[in-house]
Structures are given as structure tokens and as C-alpha cells.
């Protein structure tokens, strides 16, 4: 597989690997903990899963972790799942991401953008004080260590100081973005029981606003056992009956006073796309994250106090927590609040460009929607200060690679990067001292042992296979909520390979350490014994410009056949007529492969997703395989249920 790509698109310069962190850490690691000193990134790497616990006792070292007490190890017990990390620690986490306001308090600490494009700042001090303020209000409402506080909130800097002072009093946050509807909303928050609520009282997106004090008032009704209610109006309105003020919890000029927590002890619950069933309340902990995102952050994303660091999320996906994380490294974060393609699909430029943003992060999705659009940034914005753009989401085809490159910069790293929700983090990625090679990740995270395994467990290099961490990671979930005999967090990942950690995804791992992302192994498609990720499908189908979107599913039929149909969603004014229809098989008989030409291409209304935005594909499979809508998908995790219905009356028809 590696053999396609002969020469890299973009390299670093010797004076990039100088002066990145990463190099400045393995040269330290090498004096002090016996890291290999030459051999580059692969030695180091070697070296930091075959030395785990030295490995992570260097990281807690190098970004001097402030252990309120000491650790007895750094793995107790390393089995998965249960691995026991830096037993006996005690730490908080919000007292390390507000570290640089001893150093920087006058710098911004939050650049907040909003529709206009206007950036406003939030020092370091002022960002301080409001969690210190609201902080001793949450412990006067009665707010203990492990407690849940919820914010039905979107991108704001309310929501960081929000979280911020949850860690800092040892609660436990959990948030989703206020496009969640009710009942999306519920299926989260009455997992957890959350003590307090944040809310907006509406929020701004597409140059619109949207009035959500309906849906709150539905929230307050179904959560039993909120103690108290905290109104931040977005919209201008007054707080509801009952309801405490924002700015009256956040006003007085208190330090913070932060809880030593154990290292394991819970720091917010995140929710997988939940596409059957509820969704997955994902437990994290307060040192795994910390020393996990310092490790990602400071080292692979090289983040230092002069950066500027802008991810388009909402505080709905993971990416919004590790966006958070930034100030982690002391780093100026961009929140940016609203819609990604407003008034214009070139909107995200425009904001990396007025912020000054020096690692710009978006998602695949976006980069191609640029690319089809014709949109020309470094034609039009300034983007001298972005050194690094990095996608995730879904892996980014070979041509987002190559319009980034042409489009934004030659001397641009392109950060393709693959993690998922349930360990906040990424299994592969950026590395600021290798070559970047078309369409391929630049190589496996420190401290983890990523591989590609057969079905019977063995390696593959150059080979599709299933993606497994072999080692435990910090991060990694402590529980799930709900889930006393761990029952539920051990079949979601560890009932293929046991002790070992089986993600869901099909990759391939290069010969040269490189990783490829197919896409989910379990909508694979494989015909006749050859199996392709559905990511390489869309790549090919949807640079034709009649295709807005598609969808593929191959399926076991009972005869053992395989029936495998395309699902397209047509671009305005085009038709799927025999012309069209002989260029998208063409298409993928030429690019892809004889055996994955589809059975049949059927246009659809549209290309349903969850509400985090990736396309259903495991459920729209089920339905057409003949289950009952509400035993194929959680509807309430789906944006736009009634496309589900195309599929549905689709396997009725055909019996």
C-alpha cells in the first residue's frame, strides 16, 4: 500500500524538527529517562510502548504535573480494561489549564467568535477569576466531588468557565450543543443525574436565531434532580421563574480553589453517536485526560504559549474538550460559535485568518465541500500564520490532501488525524518532525501500541486489518455510566481480542509507519473475500459534481449472496440518468475495483447522519435488512429522521 505514494507531499525543514517539542523531549527523555537519543520519531515511539510506565512518568515530568499527593506507580495494574493508572496521585485538572494566567494574565487565554466574524478576548486573569467565582457558587449550591453539572450549551466561553469550575470543585461535566432536541438531550442527561444545568436561552446559527426556551423548559421538567438552574442569555431574554443569573455567579473576584481529586476520578461523561440503543455515557478521568491531551497537545499538535489554536466543533463532540485542553499547554484557544459555511463556505478561513490562528482544525467534510465550492484561501485571506491544518471526522481523501497543499500552502503540515469519542483523544496522527504522504496519517501517538490485526489476531503491514491498541491508554474510558458489571464497556471494545482493544475501524499500517483509515469495519464492504472501507467509495464517487453526497451498504444476504447498493443524493438540476449512472460505476470499477461496482445506485432525498455528523450506515443497513425503525436507530441521535423512511419503505418493497 505505502509503495503508492513514493515521495511525500510536504517534509519539515531541519529547522521545524529543531525547534519542535517533540524533538526537545526525546533529547531530554534520552538524558533522563533512556530514550533512545538518534532514530528519530520511530525510536522514540518504540521506545514508548515498550517503556510505558517510564514513558509516562517522563511526560508528567517534562509538563510538570502538580501532584497535590505523590503517585506509589505509574501503572498498577495494567490490564484491559481496568488499568490503574498513577495509583495514590491526586491532582486537578483545572489547575493546570489555568496555569499560564501566573505568567500571562493579561494575554488572551479564549478568543470568542461569533456570526460577524469580530473576535473578542478573554484574558488569562479574567478567565481565572470567573471559574474561582463560579466555582464557590457551585459549592455553595451544594456541589460535591463527583457530583454531575450538565450545559445544554453552544461554543461559548461560558461553557469553558463552565467546565473549568465543575473540574475544580471534583464535579463531573457533561454537555451537549443546544441543536440537540429534547429528547436527544434527555437520553444523555437523566443517564448521569445531573445536579446543575446550564443553559441558553437560544443561540445564532446561518445568520438566524433559534429560541430554545421551549426545549429547556422540557429539560427542567424531565431531570428530577436539579438543584438549580443557570440561565446565560445568548438571546437577550430574562431568566426564567426560578432560574439563577450567569453574571451574578460569576462576579465576584475570588481565587479559585481547586480539589485534589485521584488521579482516576471522573471528569466528564462524553456519549457515543448512540445509533442503537442509548447512547454510551462515556466516564473519563481527571489525570488521564490531563496527561493524555498535555502528551497529544504539547507534543504531537506542538502547542506552546505563542500559539493560537482553532478547531470548528461544538461542545456536543469530543473535539470541543480537546479544543479546551489547549489552554492545557498555555495556549490561546478560538471559540467560534455558529455555522461552519456562513455567509459563505470560505467562513472558517476568514476566522482562521482574523484570529490568527496557527493550527487550524476542521473536518473532512469541509476541506472537500472548500475544494468543491472553489473556494481559494490563500488567495483570499491571509493564512501566513497557519503552520499545521488538521481534519478529522472522517478520513480526508487523497484530493483534500492535494487541494491543501495547492490551495493553502506548500509549507503547510496537513495533520489528518483518527481517534474517536472514547478515549478523547487520537490513536494516530500529527507528528511535527515526519513527512506528510498523500491520503495516509502521519504515524501511530506516543505511549500507544497501534496495530492492524487479522481475524485471528495477527499484525498485518500494508494490509487492511482491524484497528487495536495493544496497551492500555490514560484516557481510555474508567467506566461507563450505568454499567455496573462493566459488561457494556467490555463487549463495546474488547469482546474480538481479549485484553486488547478493538476500536471498530479498518485500517492499514504502512511499512513506513504510516496509517490508512478505511473506515468502520462493521459496514465494511467485502465481496469475495475483498474488503474496502466505505471512505473509499464516497472519495471517488463524490468528486463527480452531480453527487452532493452517498451512501453504501453491503449486505449478507440469506442466500449467501451479497447485495451492495449505492444511495446517492444528487447535486441541484442533475439527474441520475444512464450517462451518470455509467461514469459512477466507471468511476469506481477504474479507481477502486472491479468487485465494488455497485448492484444498483438509487437516488435518495438525502444522506442521513447522526448529530455529530457522521453518516448511518450500520442502522440504514439493519433497516434494510428488515428491522423495525425504532430497533434499527436511536431516532433521537439521528438529524433528520424522515430520510430513515426512504430506507425503510426501500426493504418493505423489496420484501
Known amino acids: 500500500m505505502s509503495t503508492a505514494n513514493p515521495s511525500p507531499l510536504w517534509e519539515p525543514d531541519p529547522e521545524r524538527i529543531a525547534q519542535a517539542q517533540i524533538t526537545k523531549f526525546q533529547a531530554w527523555a534520552a538524558e533522563h529517562h533512556g530514550a533512545p537519543s538518534h532514530g528519530g520519531y520511530a525510536a522514540l515511539h518504540r521506545w514508548s510502548v515498550d517503556e510505558l510506565d517510564t514513558f509516562w512518568k517522563a511526560v508528567t515530568e517534562w509538563f510538570d504535573v502538580r501532584f497535590s499527593t505523590p503517585y506509589a506507580r505509574v501503572l498498577g495494574d495494567r490490564s484491559m480494561p481496568g488499568a490503574e493508572w498513577f495509583p495514590g496521585a491526586t491532582l486537578n485538572y483545572a489547575e493546570h489549564a489555568l496555569r499560564a494566567a501566573g505568567t500571562r494574565a493579561d494575554e488572551p487565554a479564549l478568543l ?34 463527583g457530583d454531575r453539572v450538565s450545559g445544554y450549551l453552544p461554543n461559548v466561553p461560558q461553557a469553558v468557565v463552565a467546565l473549568l469550575a ?27 443525574e445531573p445536579v446543575v444545568l446550564f443553559t441558553v436561552d437560544g443561540y445564532r446559527y446561518g445568520g438566524k436565531e433559534h429560541d430554545r426556551r421551549d426545549v429547556v423548559a422540557e429539560l427542567r421538567g424531565e431531570l428530577p434532580t436539579l438543584r438549580a438552574v443557570v440561565h446565560i442569555p445568548l438571546l437577550g431574554t430574562e431568566a426564567p421563574e426560578g432560574a439563577l443569573d450567569w453574571s451574578a455567579l460569576t462576579s465576584a473576584d475570588v481565587e479559585p480553589v481547586f480539589e485534589p481529586v485521584p488521579f482516576d476520578h471522573p471528569l466528564w461523561v462524553l456519549y457515543s453517536s448512540g445509533t442503537t440503543g442509548l447512547p454510551k455515557a462515556i466516564v473519563q478521568s481527571q489525570g488521564g485526560i490531563l496527561v493524555e491531551h498535555l502528551k497529544q497537545l ?139 504522504y498523500i491520503g495516509e496519517l502521519q504515524a501511530a501517538g506516543l505511549g500507544t501500541d497501534l496495530q492492524s490485526w487479522d481475524p485471528s489476531g495477527k499484525p498485518l503491514i500494508d494490509e487492511v486489518g482491524e484497528l487495536v491498541v495493544t496497551n492500555p491508554m490514560p484516557s481510555m474510558p474508567i467506566r461507563f455510566w450505568n454499567d455496573p458489571d462493566g459488561s457494556r464497556y467490555h463487549d463495546s471494545y474488547f469482546d474480538t481480542y481479549p485484553g486488547v482493544w478493538r476500536h471498530g475501524d ?42 452532493k453526497e452517498s451512501l453504501v451498504i ?47 445506485v438509487i437516488e435518495v432525498p438525502g444522506v442521513p447522519h447522526t448529530l455529530t455528523g457522521k453518516r448511518i450506515e450500520v442502522p440504514v443497513k439493519r433497516l434494510l435488512q428488515g428491522a423495525p425503525l425504532d430497533k434499527a436507530v436511536n431516532v433521537g441521535s439521528v438529524d433528520n429522521v424522515e430520510l430513515l423512511r426512504f430506507y425503510e419503505e426501500l426493504a418493505r418493497e423489496r420484501g
Open 166 to 192: 465543575t473540574a475544580a470543585v471534583g464535579g463531573v461535566w457533561t454537555s451537549c450543543a443546544p441543536d440537540f432536541g429534547a429528547r436527544s438531550v434527555l437520553d444523555r442527561f437523566q443517564q448521569v
Open 298 to 436: 504539547g507534543l504531537h499538535c506542538d502547542l506552546s504559549t505563542e500559539d493560537r489554536f482553532f478547531w470548528y466543533t461544538s461542545t456536543g463532540w469530543m473535539m470541543w474538550n480537546f479544543l479546551v485542553s489547549g489552554l492545557l499547554t498555555g495556549t490561546t484557544i478560538v471559540l467560534y460559535d455558529g455555522s461552519p459555511g456562513y455567509p459563505d463556505t470560505g467562513a472558517q478561513w476568514r476566522i482562521a485568518e482574523r484570529t490568527g490562528a496557527t493550527l487550524f482544525g476542521t473536518s473532512a467534510a469541509y476541506v472537500m465541500a472548500c475544494r468543491k465550492a472553489g473556494v481559494h484561501p490563500s488567495r483570499d485571506v491571509d493564512l501566513t500564520r497557519v503552520r499545521c491544518v488538521a481534519t478529522t471526522g472522517s478520513p480526508l481523501p487523497p484530493d483534500g490532501f492535494r487541494w491543501l497543499h495547492d490551495e493553502v500552502g506548500e509549507d503547510l503540515w496537513i495533520a489528518s488525524v483518527s481517534g474517536g469519542t472514547d478515549v478523547c483523544s487520537c490513536f494516530a496522527g500529527a507528528v511535527p518532525t515526519l513527512p506528510v
Open 554 to 600: 453491503g449486505i449478507e444476504q440469506p442466500d449467501g449472496g451479497y447485495w451492495m447498493p449505492l444511495f446517492v443524493h444528487l447535486a441541484p438540476g442533475a439527474a441520475l440518468d444512464e450517462a451518470l449512472l455509467n461514469r459512477i460505476k466507471q468511476t469506481i470499477r477504474e479507481q477502486l475495483s472491479p468487485r465494488h461496482v455497485p448492484d444498483e
Open 506 to 547: 479498518w485500517i492499514t499500517v504502512t511499512s513506513r509507519d504510516s496509517v490508512v483509515i478505511h473506515g468502520r469495519s462493521d459496514s465494511t464492504l467485502n465481496r469475495q473475500g475483498v474488503r474496502m472501507g466505505s471512505a473509499d467509495i464516497y472519495e471517488a464517487v463524490e468528486r463527480l459534481p452531480e453527487i
Open 112 to 145: 470568542y467568535v461569533d456570526e460577524t466574524h469580530e473576535p473578542t478576548p478573554v484574558s488569562w486573569s479574567e478567565l481565572r477569576r470567573q471559574v474561582g467565582s463560579l466555582a464557590a457558587e457551585l459549592r455553595a449550591l451544594g456541589v460535591h466531588p
